[in-house]
């Protein structure tokens, strides 16, 4: 748990300092959902690939062709989403997605426990 949560909250500070400075608070004139590229970070501490195209395949796209790849990444990012509750779902419900009879294992659990207010970190 923790090494995904300080993964996360690293990403995190480095969005809101815009990259290290190089570019302005997605609250102050940066367009929402564009994350800052990690230059500077290479270029001060140690090589990291960027997430999004870290190969340079894409920087030379016709926005027209940006714009529909980025409706196909939120299309992708929705039916995710929709796949991941079709599971939780299906293994909570018995029966409840047909499709996924006999693929999906019944969780007897709290599927929704770390939403809980009695939810720790710690395991006790």
């Known amino acids: 748990k923790w ?8 990403l995190e500070i480095w969005d809101e300092c815009g990259g290290g400075g190089s570019m302005p608070h997605y609250m102050r004139g940066r367009q929402p959902g564009k994350y800052p590229t990690f230059e500077n ?4 501490v140690h090589f990291v690939l960027d997430l999004y195209d870290p190969f340079g395949l894409f920087k030379n796209m ?4 940006k714009e529909r790849r980025l409706v196909m990444e939120i299309n992708n990012g929705r039916l995710a989403m929709l796949g991941i ?10 029966g409840s997605v047909p499709l996924l009879k006999g693929i999906a294992k019944q969780y007897d659990g709290d ?11 710690f395991g006790t």
């Open 3 to 10: 090494q995904i949560l300080t993964v996360i909250g690293l």
């Open 41 to 44: 970070f290479r270029n001060e």
């Open 62 to 65: 016709k926005d027209e062709q």
């Open 111 to 121: 599927i929704m426990a770390p939403f809980s207010a009695d939810f720790t970190l």
């Open 85 to 94: 509750f079709g599971f939780l779902s299906a293994d909570k419900v018995e």
